[in-house]
């Protein structure tokens, strides 16, 4: 059983203590990340970009994840790892089961899937099934296309309204965590107030729950540039487990993220 779990998550929220949380992919990193003292590893499909070189994250397949979270869970028994559910492999509650079966045998914790209300049955059924859901909220990756970009979301009050409610509903699916991604940092408050369970934020300002990020964009090797709520750890620190720990005690002082890092 990983150390960490849905109820130590759950207190440090009510405690108001800060979870800290980063992708990996593999077990020499996952290992690393685990021993410097980060809570949460999340097999992201943001491997699409940063290892497999694709301009989105759609091509990832349900297969790609399962071996990254082998890869990951082999670097130890002890990580609390979440799992992906990529691009169309939850489009409906049965297919959301399936898939999300592969990913737990393959060592997840949990799984993670992006979107709002709609997901309701889906989140529903994987939860009474004894799979714990993570919802994700905001610039939803997989959705590039229709947002015409990697755009900022919940930028006006309709969007942002529409969002606290997804939070809500996400939450009263059965969702046990929730993260917010390139959101006003005003919002990601409101939604961290709105909901009780822990929410974790990339480019979402201070106010949440916890932070992640992509591996990459904390040592700065980010395919071209470093996203504006990211920050290079490895120049000020100079070497990889003193960056990561570096990076877990500026999430838990509350120095990272600074308002640079935000948007409003
Ligand atoms: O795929 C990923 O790495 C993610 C994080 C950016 C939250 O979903
Ligand atoms: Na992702």
New binding site residues.
């Given amino acids: 059983m990983a150390k960490t779990s849905v109820s130590t998550l759950l207190k440090m929220k009510q405690a108001k203590q800060k979870i800290v949380a980063l992708?990996a992919y593999d077990a020499s990193f996952a290992k690393l990340f685990h021993d410097a003292g980060v809570e949460i590893i999340?097999v992201?499909?943001?491997?699409g970009m940063v290892l497999q070189g694709g301009d989105d994250?759609l091509a990832v397949t349900i297969a790609d994840i399962a071996y990254h979270t082998r890869c990951v869970r082999a670097g130890s028994k002890e990580l609390f790892v979440i799992a992906?559910m990529p691009f169309m492999t939850y489009s409906n509650p049965a297919a959301a089961c399936e898939n999300a079966a592969t990913l737990m045998r393959a060592g997840a914790n949990m799984v993670?899937l992006e979107g709002g209300e709609w997901l309701y049955d889906s989140i529903r059924l994987l939860t009474q099934q004894g799979i714990p859901v993570c919802g994700?909220l905001g610039l939803t990756?997989q959705s590039v296309h229709v947002f015409g970009g990697f755009k900022i979301q919940g930028r006006d009050d309709a969007q942002a309204e529409r969002m606290i409610a997804d939070a809500k509903a996400l939450e009263a699916a059965g969702a046990q965590l929730l993260?917010v991604?390139c959101i006003p940092s005003s919002l990601a408050k409101r939604i961290s107030e709105a909901v009780s369970i822990p929410v974790i934020g990339?480019g979402a300002g201070k106010e949440t729950d916890g932070q992640?990020l992509?591996m990459h964009d904390l040592v700065g090797i980010s395919a071209g540039y470093i996203p504006k709520f990211s920050k290079n750890f490895l120049a000020e620190t100079g070497n990889m487990p003193a960056a990561v720990k570096k990076y877990c005690d500026d999430v838990k002082s509350g120095a990272f993220p600074g308002p640079e890092h935000e948007f409003n």
Avoid: F, M, N, R
């Fill in positions: 992708t999340l992201g499909d943001s491997l994250t992906d993670k994700h990756p993260v991604e990339i992640i992509v």
